[in-house]
Antibody
Framework: QITLKESGPTLVKPTQTLTLTCTFS??????????VGWIRQPPGKALEWLAL???????RYSPSLRSRLTITKDTSKNQVVLTMTNLDHVDTATYYC??????????????WGQGTLVTVSS | DIQMTQSPSTLSASVGDRVTITCRAS??????LAWYQQKPGKAPKLLIY???SLESGVPSRFSGSGSGTEFTLTISSLQPDDFATYYC????????FGQGTKVEIK
């Protein structure tokens, strides 16, 4: 059974850096084509994909946020970490991590964490 | 970037109604299109992937169709548990979501 859980600060000040951790179980990065992505959702708004890291450490970033994001993985801990710099009020959102199934399965993000609400405020 | 546009933004319907939601892509995404259901305070749930493949455990009243730039999600007979917000997502080139369609009780 695949599970994911996000952790990190709930309140961040403007201009600070946000570090979120996704801890997962039920799969590993030893599986070819597996990925873990981050998606966010501002209150009352739509979902926005942020970044994704593949089993082979290949990384993809949203073009609009690329300069502010870094995604890494710790295979031994089954964790993926997202760092976002220079936070602003518009970054207030629920942040989700999700399992991206192997492309060969035809699927996309099929398992999601419960999400963590991050508020940017002074 | 590929943009995804859903219509309508809000849909009022009754239990038993047939409901159709449309999603348009700014360029072809072939059949790399998924649909999610999201309820308040919950994570999105994958319903359909690869345009028309039903995720395991999803009721057969949900179906998807389309290709290229135009796609539809159909709920054949709306049930009380189906009142939620639905998102399309392309995964042909990176990942982009539509703005969502809220299905509310009429």
């Amino acid at each position: 059974q695949i599970t994911l859980k996000e952790s990190g600060p709930t309140l961040v000040k403007p201009t600070q850096t946000l570090t979120l951790t996704c801890t997962f179980s039920g799969f590993s990065f030893s599986t070819s084509e597996v990925g873990v992505g981050w998606i966010r959702q501002p209150p009352g708004k739509a979902l926005e994909w942020l970044a994704l890291i593949y089993w082979d450490d290949d990384k993809r970033y949203s073009p609009s946020l690329r300069s502010r994001l870094t995604i890494t993985k710790d295979t031994s801990k089954n964790q993926v970490v997202l760092t976002m710099t220079n936070l602003d009020h518009v970054d207030t959102a629920t942040y989700y991590c999700a399992h991206r199934a192997p492309r060969s399965a035809g699927k996309t993000f099929d398992y999601w964490g419960q999400g963590t609400l991050v508020t940017v405020s002074s | 970037d590929i943009q995804m546009t859903q219509s309508p933004s809000t849909l009022s319907a009754s239990v038993g109604d047939r409901v159709t939601i449309t999603c348009r892509a700014s360029q072809s995404v072939f059949t790399w299109l998924a649909w999610y259901q999201q309820k308040p305070g919950k994570a999105p749930k994958l319903l359909i992937y690869k345009t028309s493949s039903l995720e395991s455990g999803v009721p057969s009243r949900f179906s998807g169709s389309g290709s290229g730039t135009e796609f539809t999600l159909t709920i054949s007979s709306l049930q009380p548990d189906d009142f939620a917000t639905y998102y399309c997502q392309q995964y042909s080139s990176y990942w982009t979501f539509g703005q969502g369609t809220k299905v509310e009780i009429k």
